[in-house]
């Protein structure tokens, strides 16, 4: 891997039976620059947290001896609340078992084994959510877009892409957080600052206009990926694939 490291302190635990998934996952987080901690059983992850250990992200596995990661994650919600952010690294990737995790109170979903880019883009936008990364105040790039914040212009390839007020909130929500699931009650409240009632057509209209103003695709290396029953994300591809 040649991820860079950088420069910060977060902490995460892992939580995972499978010795050799354990050190590779621990491998990917040491590289990107964060301390790690391993568990292997669901009662020490929780004895350790009892015992007030800090931990900014936690990563759990959802099949292990003893408690399972739901039951794990059903602890730390009734007794940490929301503040630690937690994602599911699990096998168990069936709509109904990523629905089961998201309603016990997940953050966010990935399956076995972990890209290493993937992974680190979903734990660096999970913590800059909690406020633990640098906040994106200004211009950023992702892949082939630039995003202007200041002058609310966003670039593809440098050329300029003319999009509403709500358009370029919506586009740079997604851009600034690749790999996160945006539910649609999510999206309603960040761009809207309402609720967008089921039967309006608002919000789906606007997901229309950014995928074909962006142009996303495989051409540009990023997909918007839709499921009616979790919501909307950001996916990136490794390379971004060339029409032939």
């Known amino acids: 891997m040649n991820s860079p490291a950088t420069p ?12 050799i998934q354990a050190e590779w996952v621990r491998q990917i987080l ?6 790690c901690q391993l568990f292997s059983e669901g009662n020490t992850l929780l004895a350790a947290l009892r015992n007030r250990a800090s931990f900014d992200l936690l990563l759990l596995d959802w099949e292990l001896p003893g408690i399972d990661g739901i039951e794990v994650l059903q602890w730390i919600r009734a007794n940490r609340g929301q503040s630690i952010p937690v994602i599911f690294v699990t096998n168990r ?21 972990p890209r290493p880019a993937e992974l680190l ?13 640098t ?7 992702l892949g082939d877009f630039t995003v202007e914040v200041a002058t609310r212009q966003i670039r593809l390839r440098g050329a300029a892409i003319s999009l509403t007020p709500k358009e370029f909130d919506l586009a740079a929500l997604f851009l600034r957080n690749p790999w996160r699931l945006f539910s649609r009650d999510d999206l309603s ?13 608002t919000l789906d209209t606007h997901l229309s206009n950014i995928r074909k103003k962006l142009q996303l695709g ?17 996916e990136l591809l490794s390379t971004p694939q060339s029409d032939p």
């Open 93 to 113: 990737t069936h709509e109904e078992d990523i629905v089961k995790g998201l309603n016990a109170g997940a953050d966010d979903y990935i399956g076995k084994p």
């Open 30 to 35: 040491s590289e990107a620059g964060f301390t």
């Open 218 to 234: 495989p051409a540009c290396g990023a997909l918007l990926s839709a499921s009616y029953a979790l919501g909307y994300r950001l």
């Open 121 to 133: 883009a979903r734990i660096g936008s999970l913590l800059r959510r909690n406020g633990q990364a």
């Open 8 to 19: 910060h302190a977060d902490s995460i635990a892992v939580l995972e039976d499978d010795a």
């Open 189 to 201: 409240a960040l761009v809207w600052n309402r609720e967008v009632p089921s039967t309006s057509r």
């Open 135 to 141: 906040p994106l105040e200004s211009d950023f790039m």
